[in-house]
């Protein structure tokens, strides 16, 4: 049974302010990037980057969604990020995968993310995925906003991981600001259902909270 919530409501959540920015960075898989993947596309014109890359990580007990924003030259600028326990996910009847919760922190975030590029970090995806990329999508639509999915996975061989942390962690190293997120709209919660359990859904619910 779905828990019973306010959709006008909000969840209240914890803060990391005191766990490192190189370690939240890394659990957020910010440290497996190259200079390479925050290119969001290059052409004759130049190169364009992605504002945002957001990324999520899971423990036994929580769920952490990341978003970090990038300057002009892909240095980061601010960080946040959003803990919630982890049975929140089944009690509000949302799948426990990476693409379920890229899709909640792009609804979490929609108003920064609004028409923005945005780097969506997964650790895998599948021909099982469908529902869930499809979820990313629809959000990313509603944002108008472009993205790409990249599926980081095990990284290959000792000399490249030293070389993409190296190139991060000066990146990181540029960080201005920090921010944990205090509450999880029940709001969001729910569009989130909406999309990646559409099988789970109220139907008048969906209709009467459209997302926005």
């Known amino acids: 049974m779905l828990a019973h919530i306010n959709w006008w409501g909000t969840v209240p959540l914890k803060s990391m302010a005191a766990t490192s920015i190189l370690q939240v960075a890394e659990r ?8 390479s993947d925050l290119v969001f596309e290059s052409n004759s014109l130049g190169i364009t980057y992605y504002n945002y890359v957001l990324s999520s990580s899971t423990t036994s007990t929580s ?56 780097l969506c970090l997964v650790q895998s995806a599948d021909a099982e995925s469908i529902v ?3 979820a990313v ?11 790409h999915v990249l599926t980081t ?20 190293m540029m960080c201005q600001t920090r921010n944990d997120i205090a509450n999880l709209p029940a709001r969001t919660l729910h569009e989130t259902r909406c999309l990646v359990a559409p099988t789970k859904r109220h139907p008048l619910l969906c209709l009467c909270v459209p997302v926005s």
């Not at 996975?153 to 990181?172: A, H, I, Y």
């Open 63 to 118: 769920c952490i969604l990341y978003l970090a924003k990038l300057d002009a030259q892909t240095n980061v600028e601010s960080f946040d990020s959003a803990v919630f326990p982890k049975d929140l996910l089944a009690k509000n009847a949302i799948p426990d995968d990476d693409l379920s919760l890229v899709t909640l922190g792009l609804l979490l975030w929609k108003r920064t993310l609004s028409g923005q590029r945005v």
């Open 28 to 35: 957020a898989g910010l440290l497996a990037l190259s200079p």
């Open 132 to 134: 869930g990329l499809e």
């Open 137 to 147: 999508n629809k959000a990313s639509k509603k944002l108008q906003c472009a993205h």
């Open 153 to 172: 996975g095990k990284l290959r061989g000792v000399d490249s991981e030293q070389r993409k942390q190296s190139s991060m962690r000066l990146r990181l």
